[in-house]
């Protein structure tokens, strides 16, 4: 078993990337916020060029949108944005299912079932980041797990949208009972284990609908304040 893991180069547009997309996930940049290549070239230290190529992958991720003559805003998401999403969301998973639910392996339920207990020590120190890291890598592991490249390539594709509307949830809502996130993976993973992929189906397509409308009442919330 190798000791290290293997060094990987993150290049100035990366870690600028990392930065902003995460301040926009944690909602340190909050939805119609300006995102000036002036003020992170001074905040971050750096020219304006890979701040300017950064941006221009942020808008491909949809997580800033470009206005002519006025820059770059954080995206400001509609109820269409979240149904879209969600409804994207739930063919990739299911399709990630039918591919990979006959072969993982105890390993695989091993580590899966490890994210789901790390999941609920985070709920119960209230840490909200850990939270939804975990909710993520847990998902990505099942995606990756299908070996299908143009489905993972989909899935990161709106993973950090994702992330973004869960933390608008968490804002709308700061009674919101975390510790359903644990009884949702349980249920997939006893789903999984059973070998019934319409079992997948059918629980992937009810928890992502419960949290589509969640997002749309916290959307809600927020325009009616």
């Known amino acids: ?7 990987r180069p993150i290049t ?18 909050k939805p119609n916020d300006h995102v000036t290549e002036m003020a992170l070239t001074k905040q971050l230290g750096v020219s304006r060029t890979p ?16 206005a002519p003559n006025r820059g770059y805003f ?10 879209e999403i969600f409804s994207l969301r739930i063919s990739l998973e299911n399709l990630a299912a039918e591919i990979s639910i006959n072969r993982l ?22 840490d909200k980041k850990g939270i939804r890291s975990i909710d993520m890598n847990f998902h990505r ?20 949208q994702i992330a973004a509307l869960l933390y608008i949830r968490a804002e709308a809502d700061p009674e919101y009972d975390e510790t359903q996130v644990v009884k949702d993976h ?34 809600q919330h927020m325009e009616g304040q």
């Not at 078993?1 to 060094?7: G, L, N, R, T």
């Not at 990337?17 to 926009?24: G, H, L, N, S």
């Not at 392996?105 to 209230?126: G, M, P, T, W």
């Not at 349980?186 to 997002?215: F, H, M, P, W």
């Open 141 to 160: 592991y099942l995606i990756e797990a299908s070996g299908h490249d143009l489905l993972i390539q989909s899935w990161n594709s709106i993973v950090a």
């Open 74 to 83: 954080v995206r400001v998401f509609t109820e269409k944005d979240i149904h």
């Open 1 to 7: 078993m190798a000791i290290f893991s293997e060094i």
């Open 186 to 219: 349980e249920a997939i993973l006893s789903s999984y284990q059973s070998g019934d992929a319409a079992e997948v189906t059918r629980i992937n397509r009810q928890i992502n609908e419960r949290v589509a409308r969640n997002c749309v009442e916290a959307l």
């Open 12 to 29: 100035l547009r990366e870690q600028i990337i990392d930065q902003v997309r995460t301040a926009i996930i944690e909602g340190r940049l």
């Open 105 to 126: 392996a105890e390993k695989d339920y091993s580590y899966l079932y490890q994210l789901v207990e790390r999941q609920a020590a985070a709920i119960k120190r209230e």
């Open 51 to 66: 701040v300017r190529e950064a941006l221009i992958v942020l808008e491909r991720e949809r997580l800033v949108v470009f």
